[in-house]
């Protein structure tokens, strides 16, 4: 009875909850704390989709069981989306499947797609669902890179050639959380002529596909011909709509997995509440100028910070994607490494940062920056840094 149960043993602690439990201690105790640590929009959901929400919430008839898989219209809604955005036709009906978010839709395709033993191919560093997903179903993780230079597919090659057995899946991750990278179209063309030469599933992550900045829309994997045969891809409305805590995602793509998804999905839920649903179809079939105004907000923000904290002594790549900036620790306090750096940033700067390590050891000597605060608060926060780094003898640069 003291041994420890099976899965939990294949989950090691949470590295980034260290850091949030410092956080809450610190405002538990009055601190004013600047969290850029975790990916929560900090912008409200557009009017006439909570409105949507109200309104059928208070049909008596709306109260009951949903449907696993997604009612009708949201599919067709989504559908709609992909055809609209990128030009890929979907059949609402076998290739569309609804999710409490892509994070929920990527752990019920590990559960419906995996056995002990399988080997899936995940990026190192990788949001954690990319890789705990599959491990609490059983699967092996073999990590290839996140930088999708000529290195990541000499290690794609490598791992077809030399584990036991032949890798099944590979996960995809562009804009990458955490290191903001993208890709283009060529990059996926030439990826889904891999997968089918060497008989892989692809499971793409699009969550981060409205935030894209300097005018370079990002790509859809299902854009390339033939890519359905191989591929399928999760999209979220958490991002877009700022609608995180309302968990609406999708799984679109290949019929043979949507289809596995869909019923393993029909054992374990009933789906969203229906005016949840009912509110996401407003907010895909609306306006979409709010889609426009938050790319804007969040670029805006990308700028003020690397430019803040860069004058503070820290320099950051500026993202071509996502809310996230994915920073080296500055050269001078790098032997420190991520976790013990953001714990001092929390303790002597009142400034909140994800260690890199938590999304796997290749993170390590980066902190991922989420701009989910405003540009004002950011420039407080790089004041902040810039007294700890003095503090720590680093001097910011002359101006």
Not at 7 to 29: D, G, S, T
Not at 291 to 301: A, D, G, M, P, T
Not at 352 to 366: K, L, N, R, S, T
Request: aromatic share 10%.
């Amino acid at each position: 009875m003291e041994d420890e149960f099976y899965r939990i043993k294949r989950l090691p602690p949470y590295v980034i909850a260290e850091v949030n439990a410092m956080r809450h201690a610190a405002r538990q105790a009055g601190r004013d704390i600047i969290d850029l640590g975790m990916g929560n929009p900090d912008l409200p959901p557009p009017d006439h989709v909570i409105d949507k929400l109200c309104e059928v919430a208070r049909k008596p008839d709306a109260h009951g069981y949903s449907q696993s898989k997604g009612i009708p219209g949201l599919r067709r809604a989504q559908a709609n989306y992909y055809a609209n955005r990128f030009g890929v036709e979907l059949d609402p009906e076998s290739e569309v499947v609804v999710t409490m978010g892509s994070k929920e839709g990527l752990a019920s395709l590990a559960t419906a797609i995996t056995a002990p033993g399988d080997v899936v191919l995940a990026p190192n560093p990788s949001y954690p669902i990319h890789t705990f997903g599959f491990i609490i179903a059983g699967a092996t993780i073999r990590s290839v890179p996140t930088t999708p230079d000529e290195r990541y597919w000499h290690s794609l090659d490598r791992a077809m050639a030399f584990t036991v057995p032949r890798p099944s899946i590979l996960v995809v991750n562009y804009p990458s959380n955490p290191t903001a990278e993208t890709v283009d179209l060529a990059f996926y063309e030439r990826l889904v002529a891999w997968a089918k030469e060497n008989k892989v599933w692809i499971l793409s992550d699009l969550a981060y596909s409205e935030l894209y900045y300097d005018g370079n829309p990002t790509r859809s994997i299902l854009e390339v011909p033939g890519a359905k045969d191989v591929a399928v891809e999760f999209t979220s409305m958490s991002k877009t709509y700022s609608m995180a805590g309302w968990r609406m995602g999708f799984a679109v793509g290949n019929q043979r997995l949507i289809a596995a998804m869909t019923r393993v999905k029909s054992y374990l839920d009933y789906g969203a509440f229906t005016p949840i649903q009912a509110a996401a179809c407003a907010a895909l079939n609306g306006p979409q100028d709010i889609v426009e105004r938050n790319r804007q907000l969040y670029q805006k923000r990308r700028d003020v910070m690397v430019e803040a904290f860069g004058r503070a002594g820290w320099e950051i790549p500026s993202p071509k994607a996502s809310m996230f900036a994915w920073a080296p620790l500055p050269p001078a306090l790098k032997e420190m490494g991520s976790l013990e750096f953001s714990k001092q940033l929390l303790t002597h700067a009142e400034v909140a940062v994800a260690p890199g390590v938590g999304y796997g050891e290749d993170g390590e000597g980066y902190v991922r920056i989420a701009m989910v605060e405003n540009e004002q608060r950011l420039r407080q926060a790089a004041r902040n840094v810039k007294r700890y780094l003095t503090s720590m003898g680093v001097n910011a640069p002359v101006s």
